[in-house]
């Protein structure tokens, strides 16, 4: 493995000190949208730090529920797959410090780590004994499913175009100026992984899974105390993962954490603004549409770049 210079001991901490960053930023995020619709909803919101309360909040408190080892290792699988995705992504191009440990073919490997967090999720809330959570998983599952196929040929577009999974390399390839990003080289890719970001940030018309309006009955719902904890912690780390992979795949990647903040904070407000023009879907409509348009575009996206 290419440590840069540095020696492993280093490596690992620069790695944590750039992952504490990026759950502070993700969590920011979390609040500063929070706010964003309450205002559209006419209501003041709570404040932009109320994420970081409700963890220091829930970590204090202690739980009696029990319902297995496997309710229990739902939430640790849930960040191990936050934090494996965010590892493996560079995240300042250039900067020795912010590189994490990108090796190469490591879009397959954040892929994994995506899908591994969900999984192991859905395992956890499916054995809280809630008879909602099978129907909530159920949903969870088969919208990711369905968003992973145009987002999947986003990746294979990029492959075949840049020659290469290795993000960094992908990253270099875009330097130079606006118009070699991947945006501008290769827009079909770019909406069709836009449009599956939709699905994976799960907002409007895609929120049908965490149904943010109803009773609770998500599968976080099922957790409490330092569970439900470590799930708030991971929104953030996963946040913050996503906007930037989705930031070095499409948008030229950052040189600088004023830069990086930027342009995840602009990937960002496209969900947020979609979510709050757009109702919601039902979860058939979300499989449907999923798998017509965007994966539509991702063929064509594809095809272009092979021929």
Not at 85 to 110: A, E, K, Q
Not at 261 to 281: D, E, L, N, W
């Amino acid at each position: 493995m290419n440590l840069n210079g540095l020696t492993l001991i280093e490596k690992i901490v620069w790695a944590f000190i750039s992952l504490g960053v990026v759950t502070v930023w993700g969590l920011t995020l979390t609040g500063i949208v929070a706010k964003i619709f309450a205002r559209v909803q006419g209501r003041l919101g709570p404040p932009v730090w109320q994420p970081f309360i409700d963890i220091i909040k829930n970590n204090a408190k202690r739980t009696a529920v029990s319902h297995g080892i496997m309710f229990y290792l739902g939430p640790v699988f849930r960040i191990a797959g936050g934090i494996g995705t965010y590892m493996f992504i560079p995240v300042l191009f250039g900067s020795v410090y912010f590189s994490n440990f990108s090796v190469s073919g490591d879009v397959l490997l954040v892929m994994y780590f995506i899908f591994f967090g969900q999984l192991g999720m859905a395992l956890g809330a499916g054995e809280g004994g809630h008879p909602y959570s099978a129907i909530a998983v159920s949903r969870g599952l088969a919208q990711m499913t369905a968003f992973e196929v145009p987002f999947a040929l986003s990746i294979i577009s990029l492959a075949i175009q840049y020659g290469t999974l290795n993000i960094t390399d992908i990253v270099a390839a875009q330097q130079g100026g606006i118009l070699n990003w991947t945006l501008f080289t290769n827009p079909l890719a770019v909406i069709a992984a836009m449009i599956a970001m939709l699905g994976m940030n799960m907002y409007n018309p895609f929120s049908l899974v965490i149904a943010p309006q109803e009773i609770p009955i998500g599968p976080p719902s099922e957790y409490q105390a330092s569970f439900l904890g470590l799930l708030a912690t991971n929104r953030g780390i996963f946040n913050g993962a996503k906007l930037v992979l989705f930031m070095n795949l499409f948008f030229g990647g950052a040189t600088t954490l004023p830069v990086l903040i930027v342009k995840t904070f602009a990937i960002y407000m496209f969900s947020v603004f979609v979510g709050a023009a757009f109702p919601r879907f039902r979860a058939e409509d979300s499989i449907r549409f999923f798998l017509k348009y965007p994966t539509l575009i991702g063929i064509i996206a594809v095809l272009i770049w092979t021929f």
